[in-house]
């Protein structure tokens, strides 16, 4: 009966040679990589896109406030309050 340490030599042997039947070898690094790369990518994309989208609506609320504001239907006192309102909603 062979132990674990005995089995660790023979198989890192096995992955060494270059030959037929000789593992898949350092080459599959790459494809694995690969992967791992585009991955990331698909993600930090859809995170940006969520997170515009988020804020896309803060910024036609502030810009209705603004308008408001600027035609006299509300006071300096309200638009400053509501617009600490708006900006409240994204440290959520």
Do not use: K, N
């Not at 690969?34 to 989208?53: D, E, K, P, Q, Y």
């Amino acid at each position: 009966m062979t132990t674990f340490l005995q089995t660790v030599p023979l198989l890192a042997e096995g992955w060494g040679h270059h030959g037929a039947g000789g593992g898949p070898g350092w080459w599959i690094a790459f494809p694995i990589a690969w992967f791992l790369l585009l991955a990331g990518g698909i993600t930090a994309i859809v995170l940006t896109a969520r997170r515009r989208h988020r804020l896309a609506g803060l910024r036609a609320g502030e810009a209705r406030l603004a308008e408001r504001y600027a035609a006299g239907e509300i006071d300096e006192e309200e638009y400053r309050r509501r617009m600490t309102g708006l900006r409240g909603l994204t440290d959520r």
